[in-house]
């Protein structure tokens, strides 16, 4: 365990930072070409509020985790966060920076009364799900996931 990490909202000068871990997920998932989002994009979107996003900052200010997140809407059961990714510098991984991240993640959605929160794992991701299996997460079989790419 690390104590000496700071959890925190991003800024704007920390995005070389952030998209290069969104890279590292990418090549870790086996799917390095479907990451193609510019760094360039991922800001203008920042300022957009289309996400939000909280670091996990070592002492020597180097980014090593974060949590990618934006908010929703269920017609069921009102304020939703669709938690999109955790990801954790592989140098870094095992040393509870990500359920540091997951728990900060947690606070901020009961401080602002968040009725669900959702998250996709990839079947054959087993650290993850073991991961997500500790808070008692749920796995809602009962839904296909779907999705539609436009053109670029």
């Given at each position: 365990?690390?104590?000496?990490?700071?959890?925190?909202?991003?800024?704007?000068?920390?995005?070389?930072?952030?998209?290069?871990?969104?890279?590292?997920?990418?090549?870790?998932?086996?799917?390095?070409?479907?990451?193609i989002t510019t760094l360039k994009e991922l800001l203008e979107d920042w300022n957009n509020k289309l996400f939000q996003c909280l670091v996990a900052e070592n002492t020597g200010n180097q980014i090593i985790?974060?949590?990618?997140?934006?908010?929703?809407?269920s017609t069921w059961v009102g304020k939703t966060i669709y938690l999109e990714d955790i990801i954790v510098d592989e140098n870094?991984?095992?040393?509870?920076?990500?359920?540091?991240?997951?728990?900060e993640l947690l606070q901020y959605c009961k401080e602002h009364k968040i009725k669900s929160l959702r998250w996709q794992a990839l079947d054959w991701?087993?650290?993850?799900i073991d991961f997500y299996k500790k808070f008692d997460a749920i796995q809602d079989d009962g839904w296909l996931n779907y999705k539609i790419f436009f053109n670029q």
């Open positions: 365990m690390v104590s000496n990490i700071r959890i925190r909202f991003v800024e704007q000068n920390d995005f070389d930072s952030v998209w290069s871990l969104i890279h590292q997920l990418a090549i870790y998932e086996k799917a390095e070409e479907k990451h985790g974060i949590c990618f997140f934006n908010t929703a809407y870094f991984r095992r040393l509870g920076i990500g359920k540091r991240l997951f728990d991701n087993t650290p993850a």
